[in-house]
């Protein structure tokens, strides 16, 4: 009796592809680029392609590399092969090769035994640094510290050439780009010193070895002849190096990728070989993947309209994808009131789906920030339905929500009558662990600030609904919903970030949160950035291969102010029958408060200019002597008071009030920032400010 090996063997490598996928995998040996768009089959196509070129005898497995970006990736492409009775060819990530082929060399290059590689000690070798030059070392300085350094490499970018590169690039680490590059300097020091190693050297020192030894390149070159990269459009600069010594000039390489799937630019990454692959091998075979078997065609026709809108994409990179599958429901979009109210209504259209026969690990529900993750966590938890947090921590284990927690805990313990209310006391507690008006530079911060932030922002919710709420009461409260949130660890609805879902697919699957400032992120403000969201978002929607709800809402908090806008990635996009398809006009608004610039009539963006009522770069009409009454004002308030500044009113507030001029309660109300309780408290005392003759 044959087996199920042997007939996998023995079966034709093309069959069962689709023309387009037959022409990729039959392509003969030489540069090729295959365009993939998503759920286009391309891991079936490039498995295919090497089972093809092994069949016919063009290159044995074992002079076949391939790499990808991911281990999980990576096991899928060796599983596959297996499956086609492919033996003896090589799937691993760049890091992983990297890894392997230094340690081979090591003794013949270096002669001594290899480094150490760093394993879970970078962070104290980038505090001493950091220490070393005067820069702070908590936690999640230090995160951004190694991660600034990990771009640099990624970029070839030297220590003394990072401040001018950086400088070009707008790197936004939140100290001087000297001080970092002296970081960054020092770092590297003592990694030499005591001869170690971190993953990105281990992709330049095998360049190197490679380079500046002939004869260890020659013996690599002869042993690997054939090279598959997946995943192209995400390659850095130190990955195409290592690719080129691999190479020598050679072109037997297969390149697939999709440069609308480009969302890790902030570490290093471009589409920029991908796009010029045929420039630098105009000979190539190109193939364009577009019969998407992922998602019905309601889904794929809506990602196509999504990318359709992106700017500066270079003629001839776009992929449109073509549905292969049965027709399914249409998205839906929906607006919501606020944020508690968009996840109760998430929750239960997931108990729905659960309820019809879905299962509950082929439901996603998928956020930009994982700060967003609370909300839903509760939801799911009040419905019923496990649930689980992919590529990060429930939102009461993270770090920064254990320290604040302690903190709350103990400053309830010591709370004693006094003039503060919940969200002035909130703010007195975590603003040392953090918290302040504006987001910081740096994405591990800004991740430990947007923790705190939603803190703050449950504290308010608090407040907006129980009469005279304390200290005490909050932290039951957030005892009550952490309690809740962790049930023991089950299959569930998977909770991802945008991010963190890339490569992953679902039946059905929630895009939440699409409100400006949210999707893009705030601190997305150039073009370039801006499309990098754009294609986020298209990663998001193309995750779903049967089921996709795309929701957003007016405010934070029950009862808000609804200030936000449904993100502009959605214009255009919801259809007109449905409720959702334009904008609400919210009840409560004063005539110069618009979420348009009163100025030059262009739609507001961010939090800031939303509540100043114009764009950040139009004139200022601001009361300059109004202003500086106005902060004279709030510090002579919070020396009474015994608090921070900001804790009174934070300077954006005060900017408001100087440029809107409010004459009574109820255009003072109207401002972000002014909420009841700051009304009654403070209210009279603004006003009587602002009526002040200058």
């Not at 095998?206 to 054939?226: H, K, M, P, S, W």
């Not at 026709?301 to 992106?310: K, W």
């Not at 262009?602 to 509540?611: F, M, N, W």
């Not at 003072?668 to 309780?677: F, M, N, P, V």
């Amino acid at each position: 009796m044959v087996s199920t090996h042997r007939l996998n063997r023995l079966r034709d490598p093309l069959e069962g592809l689709d023309p387009e996928q037959r022409a990729a995998a039959s392509a003969p040996r030489g540069p090729v680029c295959i365009l993939a768009g998503a759920g286009t089959g391309k891991t079936r196509t490039i498995t295919h392609r090497i089972a093809y070129l092994v069949r016919q005898g063009h290159v044995a497995a074992t002079q076949v590399l391939a790499v990808t970006f991911t281990a999980r990736a990576a096991g899928e492409l060796r599983t596959r092969l297996r499956h086609l009775g492919v033996d003896g060819a090589q799937a691993r990530t760049f890091h992983a090769a990297a890894l392997r082929q230094l340690r081979y060399f090591w003794p013949r290059v270096v002669g001594d035994s290899p480094w150490d590689l760093i394993d879970g000690n970078k962070l104290r070798l980038v505090g001493h640094a950091a220490n070393k030059v005067g820069l702070p070392t908590e936690t999640e300085v230090l995160r951004d510290l190694a991660g600034e350094i990990e771009w640099a490499k990624a970029c070839l970018v030297a220590p003394d050439d990072y401040p001018a590169v950086a400088r070009a690039r707008r790197r936004d680490v939140g100290h001087p780009v000297e001080r970092v590059a002296d970081v960054y300097r020092t770092y590297e020091q003592l990694k030499n010193d005591r001869r170690l190693l971190d993953f990105d050297d281990l992709l330049l020192h095998t360049t190197a070895v490679l380079e500046e030894n002939r004869g260890i390149a020659e013996e690599f070159r002869n042993q690997y002849r054939c090279f598959v990269v997946d995943e192209y459009q995400d390659i850095t600069p130190a990955q195409q190096r290592l690719l080129d010594a691999w190479l020598g000039g050679r072109d037997d390489v297969t390149v697939v990728g999709d440069a609308n799937q480009t969302i890790y630019s902030f570490g290093g990454a471009s589409p920029r070989p991908l796009l010029d692959f045929t420039r630098r091998y105009p000979d190539a075979t190109v193939v364009r993947l577009e019969r998407d078997y992922r998602s019905t065609p309601q889904i794929v026709e809506l990602a196509n309209r999504v990318i359709s809108g992106a700017r500066g994409r270079p003629a001839g990179s776009g992929l449109r994808l073509v549905g292969q599958r049965p027709d399914g429901p249409q998205p839906v979009f929906a607006e919501y009131d606020d944020e508690p109210a968009e996840a109760a209504a998430v929750a239960q259209r997931i108990r729905d789906l659960v309820g019809s026969g879905i299962p509950v690990n082929e439901i996603a529900v998928l956020f930009r920030v994982n700060a967003q993750s609370e909300v839903y966590e509760r939801a799911l938890s009040d419905v019923g339905v496990p649930y689980q947090v992919h590529g990060g921590e429930r939102f009461f284990a993270r770090s920064e929500v254990r320290q604040a927690m302690s903190a709350l805990r103990a400053a309830a313990a010591a709370e004693s009558e006094g003039p503060d209310d919940l969200t002035t006391a909130v703010k007195r507690v975590l603003a040392p662990l953090g918290l302040s008006d504006r987001q910081p530079a740096g994405g591990a911060a800004r991740e430990r600030w947007s923790g705190l932030h939603t803190l703050y922002e449950l504290a308010e919710d608090l407040a907006a609904t129980v009469e005279k709420p304390t200290l005490m009461r909050y932290v039951a409260e957030l005892d009550q919903r952490a309690s809740a949130q962790h049930p023991p660890t089950v299959d569930g609805v998977t909770l991802a970030s945008l991010h963190a879902a890339k490569g992953l697919e679902w039946d059905a699957v929630f895009l939440v949160g699409l409100a400006e400032g949210t999707v893009p992120i705030q601190h997305a403000t150039t073009e370039e950035a801006v499309e990098e969201e754009r294609r986020l978002f298209y990663v998001g929607v193309t995750r779903a291969r049967e089921h996709l709800s795309l929701t957003w809402s007016l405010s934070r908090t029950p009862g808000g102010r609804p200030h936000r806008r449904r993100s502009r990635f959605l214009h255009g996009l919801v259809p007109e029958d449905q409720p959702s398809a334009r904008p609400r006009r919210p009840s409560r608004r004063r005539a110069g408060t618009k979420t348009s610039c009163r100025v030059c009539e262009r739609g507001l963006g961010s939090a800031l200019e939303i509540k100043i009522g114009r764009c950040v770069d139009c004139p200022s009409d601001i009361d300059e002597k109004l202003l500086e009454r106005l902060k004279q004002w709030r510090s002579e308030r919070a020396r009474e008071l015994n608090v921070p500044a900001f804790v009174v009113f934070t300077d954006a507030t005060l900017l408001a009030i100087a440029e809107q001029r409010p004459l009574d309660a109820r255009g003072l109300a109207e401002i972000s920032g002014i909420g009841a309780t700051k009304l009654k408290r403070f209210g009279d005392d603004i006003l009587a400010v602002v009526n002040e003759d200058g």
